[in-house]
């Protein structure tokens, strides 16, 4: 009886790992219902090879690595809605660290890497040991051999399986069980594979710009200033999903009623972001290089390309180039070849108060403080703003306060102190989604009263978000952003024919396009002829 528990427990063990799912949505008991193909074919064969040739190590580390692509998946899916690629996603994990660092502190963080690695040693260990187990019955050769038939068979049941569902072949029916497993792992390689295609397709396609010997642009301006802001987690959730649109659209009728009063118009359409729940980074390189920048590969060779953004465009029409980031700690090399004659990171921004925990300082008083940080020049400003405090993980989150009363920024220092810290937050996602609400209102509100301050004289505007959030957050997997364009009535006449609505909150059949087209659009639209003639994408 001992012999017959040990083997059920370890055929238990083995059996787990192949149901495992990697999707949030699959996490239930009907996972169990699916009879995974590779178990009878690794219990067999362990049979029949005994514990020849390491068999039980190889399959063991085999296993594992099919349980690290699932939770990878599970992790990428939970975050950014897509599965994990590790040619492209890899550096994700000193990002995940960092932020992690930033909620539970540096000891738990290190804690939690030791407990992980510990745990991943434990699994292969207690795997390995699972299929020795099985290698260690010993049948006579006739049963033996029996075993080393039926494994065969086992093996080509699951390739047959494996074909079909990746359409190698095609059967009337899907053959019964799955092999679901290798079919996954045998993805996820091919997926490298044609990863590193894609970027050497991508790589030519980004050197080869038909606007990049075009010059003359954006003289439709006349000069004037021009402020891109960007407004983290910001997306189509805010107008369909019912726990949100009640706030924010309220605040954009509020802030639309303000803006029109002093003399300004406003647009407003939807961009498809490249990435959602988070890498704001593949939104801003897509929208300014005019190049769909959907991973970290294709963001580094758009990079490597001297393919030219937005702001190199302006730095050729006379503009004063400009980046306030103050969500940027550390070196940002990449930076040199964006366009930007300045960077202001969070240390260049004189706030003297205290942070909120991943968020540097509040939004407010980044939008109070930045004009003050651009020195006297005979040039216009074409100026940059990445927004943060709607980042992630949302808490705590400031209250708006008067404008002259902003000063060094001490002034949010109870508001910093308050809260449920993100880890007590994030243990019930209901609270997480009223965080969110909050933390993308306050930021809207800033912005929006910001932009009804800046007067007579005042900039084109334009204010959009970068990604939607994480799924579970946003309720869809829409990658839809809100755009909104502000200024003169005369120069937002220039962008009739996009197709955007009148105001602050854009059309829920609204036309659609996705962000690489913005560049382009944008240039077009903003000029009124220029020297060379360029053959349209």
Do not use: C
């Amino acid at each position: 009886m001992r012999r017959v528990a040990a083997l059920a427990m370890a055929a238990g063990l083995i059996f787990a790992v192949l149901v495992l799912p990697n999707h949030p949505d699959a996490m239930g008991w009907n996972t169990l219902k699916r009879w995974p193909l590779e178990l009878p074919l690794l219990l067999l064969g362990m049979v029949a090879i005994g514990r020849r040739w390491g068999a039980s190590y190889i399959f063991a580390l085999l296993l594992l690595v099919a349980v690290v692509i699932k939770v990878a998946d599970f992790a990428m899916f939970s975050a950014f809605d897509r599965t994990f690629n590790l040619v492209l996603d890899t550096f994700l994990i000193g990002a995940g660290l960092s932020l992690l660092r930033d909620s539970i502190g540096g000891v738990l963080t290190v804690l939690a890497v030791i407990g992980t690695a510990g745990l991943l040693v434990l699994l292969f260990l207690a795997l390995e040991r699972s299929l020795r187990v099985w290698a260690s019955l010993a049948p006579p050769r006739p049963l033996r051999a029996s075993a080393a038939v039926l494994a065969v068979m086992g093996a080509g049941w699951a390739a047959a399986d494996v074909g079909h569902h990746l359409e190698y072949w095609r059967f009337d029916k899907s053959p019964p069980g799955s092999a679901w497993t290798t079919r996954l792992t045998l993805k996820r390689g091919i997926e490298v594979e044609q990863t590193a295609t894609e970027l050497a397709r991508f790589t030519a396609e980004a050197q080869g710009d038909p606007y990049a010997d075009t010059t003359g642009f954006l003289n439709a301006l006349e000069g004037r200033d021009v402020l891109l802001i960007w407004i983290e987690s910001y997306g189509r959730a805010s107008f369909d999903n019912p726990l949100y649109a009640p706030t924010h659209l309220e605040t954009l009728r509020e802030a639309e009623a303000e803006i029109a009063w002093s003399g300004m118009a406003m647009k407003s359409g939807w961009l498809t972001s490249p990435t959602s729940g988070g890498q704001s980074w593949l939104a801003h390189g897509t929208l300014a290089s005019g190049l769909w920048t959907s991973d970290n590969g294709r963001y580094n060779a758009m990079l490597a390309s001297d393919h030219k953004w937005l702001f190199h465009f302006a730095q050729d029409a006379g503009y004063r180039t400009t980046a306030i980031m103050p969500a940027i700690t550390m070196a940002w090399p990449e930076s040199r070849v964006m366009g930007f004659d300045k960077i202001i990171p969070a240390a260049d921004i004189p706030y003297r108060g205290a942070r909120f925990r991943w968020v540097t300082m509040p939004d407010q008083f980044t939008l109070a403080t930045y004009p003050a940080l651009l020195p006297t020049d005979a040039r216009p400003d074409f100026v940059q703003i990445a927004l943060i405090s709607s980042h992630a993980p949302w808490t705590p989150i400031p209250d708006m306060v008067p404008w002259e009363e902003i000063g060094d920024g001490t002034i949010f220092n109870e508001m910093a102190d308050r809260g449920p810290t993100p880890k007590d937050l994030w243990r019930d996602r209901g609270a997480v989604r009223d965080a969110y609400r909050q933390s993308v209102d306050y930021t809207l509100r800033a912005t929006f009263s910001h932009v009804a301050r800046l007067g007579d004289d005042a900039p084109l505007v334009i204010v959009m978000g970068d990604h939607q959030p994480a799924g579970f957050v946003a309720g869809s997997d829409n990658k839809d952003i809100a755009a909104h364009m502000i200024g003169p009535p005369g120069l937002l006449g220039l962008i009739d024919h996009w197709g955007w609505t009148d105001g602050l909150v854009p059309a829920a059949d609204g036309p659609v396009r996705r962000m690489d087209s913005f560049r382009n659009d944008f240039l077009d639209a903003f000029t009124h002829a220029r020297v060379s003639n360029v053959v349209s994408q």
